[in-house]
């Protein structure tokens, strides 16, 4: 199948990541208050604990396309969903007395599911959706994924208010819907006229995959900026109510214009905008918005402060364009990688990114000219756009994978 047949496909896979990623954030910010309140671990272990589920949430993507493989995108999404269900329940055990190794062990097995679950639905669409709907597939997967990430810290929030000690179990209750939609995505296995076929593509990347990869990690750089590092800055002189206005704001604006976004992206990408509005010249505008937003998240020290919802504003706008646009330059520039491999690779690259960007911005954030930090976004998104734009990494239009690739990997049609 190499185009969406309709929109229930479509709208199977955006309810399926909206709920995956809602169970998410309910969890996931609260992780290290749930455990240092139910399971009574100090601050610092919880803190490593917590760790173990980011690093494999981000990075371990490059263990799993084997599973992928193995029994095709529905089947791994089903599979990783229902893994974080049965992980959820383990971890729900008031007065467990786990010893801290067996914490590193849950928490990093979750973060492998849904890291599981994340590859297999971008593979679901480099595989299976064709490049004239691609972008639009996955703006539409970026979506809910802002759906999520918006509801699930107000659910979360509330249950820890209530009770705390049920979060997991809300949590696994979404996961568990997200399963059953999950089973409504056509194709689990390759097939080839009644037969078993091994899936076509393999590991190696091409130099053009690999210099995309290593100029879009450079906007991941800036993009942690905000999410990480900004609170970090503006602690003592904005209030927690102002910060949380400025993730509303994001989120809404990227609720409200992800799908009108997604669908000028794809003229672009089908060249049916003029020149101006090509591809490169998008990718250059979203990175240049990106570095003007961090100039103005400064403003947050001084009486200036409200300058930093027209970086918000910037910093949104230049999100609707790049997010999808390099989730489908991946699946563009393949090159008869098998897509997991593919998403397996960037998913490493881009989770390196973060923690690099996260780290040195808040070590920056310590020292005497804090605002340095937003000049190293600022610097990264100017260059990963120049780089972009200057060498023409992407050829809309021009598929770079081989047929036999793009043929869904042997599956039947």
């Known amino acids: 199948m190499s185009l969406l047949k309709g929109d229930r496909v479509l709208a199977a896979l955006t309810v399926t990541r909206g709920i995956g990623s809602m169970a998410y954030y309910v969890y996931a910010p609260f992780f290290g208050v749930w455990l240092i ?66 914490w590193y062990v849950l928490s990093g097995l979750l973060g492998f599911a849904f890291s599981g679950a994340t590859l297999a639905l971008k593979s679901f669409v480099a595989e299976r959706v064709g490049e004239d709907k691609r972008v639009g597939a996955f703006s539409f997967l970026n979506l809910a994924v802002n759906i999520g990430a918006a509801l699930g810290p107000v659910v979360g929030g509330w249950v820890v208010t209530k009770d705390a000690s049920i979060l997991p179990l809300v949590a696994s209750g979404l996961q568990i819907l997200s399963v059953f939609v999950a089973f409504s995505l056509p ?29 879009s990690s450079l906007t991941w750089i800036a993009y942690v900026q905000l999410f990480n590092v900004f609170p970090v800055y503006a602690e003592g002189h904005l209030d927690e109510r102002v910060i949380g206005a400025l993730f509303s704001v994001n989120a809404a604006m990227i609720i409200l214009l992800q799908v009108p976004a997604g669908r000028a992206l794809q003229r672009a990408w089908q060249g049916k905008s003029s020149r101006l509005f090509g591809v490169h010249p998008l990718l250059l505008l979203a990175n240049l918005c990106l570095a003007l937003s961090m100039f103005l998240f ?72 804090a605002f340095s930090a937003f000049l190293l976004g600022s610097a990264a998104a100017l260059v990963a756009g120049i780089t972009v734009y200057s060498f023409r990494v992407l050829r809309p239009g021009k598929s770079l994978v081989s047929p036999e690739a793009s043929a869904g990997d042997g599956r039947k049609n």
């Not at 919880?46 to 529905?74: D, Q």
């Not at 037969?195 to 130099?207: D, E, H, Q, T």
């Open 37 to 102: 309140r139910e399971q009574s671990l100090p601050a610092a272990e919880s803190g490593t604990v917590v760790g173990a589920f980011i690093l494999t949430t981000r990075a371990g993507s490059i263990l799993l396309p084997a599973l992928v493989r193995l029994l095709g995108e529905r089947g791994a999404v089903i599979l990783s969903y229902a893994a974080t269900v049965c992980l959820f329940w383990g971890m729900y055990s008031p007065g467990s007395g786990y010893p801290l190794f067996a």
């Open 187 to 215: 194709g689990g296995r390759f097939e080839l006229k009644g037969s078993r076929a091994r899936p076509v593509g393999g590991w190696r990347p091409s130099r053009r995959f690999l210099g995309f990869v290593g100029a």
């Open 298 to 369: 400064v403003a947050a020290r001084s009486w200036l402060w409200p300058l930093v919802f027209a970086g918000v504003i910037l910093f949104t706008l230049s999100e609707l364009l790049w997010s999808p646009m390099y989730d489908t330059g991946v699946a563009h520039l393949r090159d008869g990688m098998n897509a997991a491999a593919a998403f397996g690779i960037v998913g490493v690259a881009w989770g390196m990114a973060e923690a690099l960007g996260s780290s040195l911005g808040i070590a920056l954030t310590g020292g005497s000219a």
